[in-house]
């Protein structure tokens, strides 16, 4: 699987933004899918993931009711929804797919990534 993520941006605090994912391959509904994001000097961080079947979903708490994200097997798509964006949300954004049953909030346990992009709130 290929990952390709775009719609990074530079935004002010409270505007919103939606990441995509592009993904290749016949396969692709069969990946648990993740977001995560890396800030400068930070390491990265689970964001939310999401179920083959786009029907379970998890976020990290300090996402939650801000971000969505969501799947179009069909056009293999795995989208991110940010609401409410703050500073502390700027970051290089990375889409993956995950083989292991059930998900990970843990990037060691997803098999391919995407190249980032980047997101930046301004104040």
């Known amino acids: 699987v290929q990952l390709q993520a775009s719609g990074g941006g530079l935004v002010q605090a409270g505007d919103s933004l939606r990441l995509s994912c592009a993904a290749s391959?016949?396969?692709?509904?069969?990946?648990?899918m993740g977001w995560f994001r890396q800030a400068p000097g930070k390491e990265r961080e689970f964001v939310a993931r999401?179920?083959?079947?786009?029907?379970?979903?998890y976020y990290a708490e300090f996402v939650k009711g801000r971000f969505t994200i969501s799947r179009d097997n069909a056009k293999n798509m795995v989208y991110l929804q940010m609401a409410s964006l703050k500073p502390e949300d700027t970051a290089d954004y990375y889409c993956?797919?995950?083989?292991?049953?059930?998900?990970?909030?843990?990037?060691?346990?997803?098999?391919?990534w995407g190249q980032g992009t980047l997101v930046t709130v301004s104040s």
């Open positions: 999401i179920a083959w079947d786009g029907l379970i979903t």
């Open positions: 391959g016949r396969t692709f509904s069969s990946y648990e």
């Open positions: 993956a797919a995950s083989r292991k049953g059930g998900g990970s909030y843990y990037a060691s346990e997803y098999d391919y």
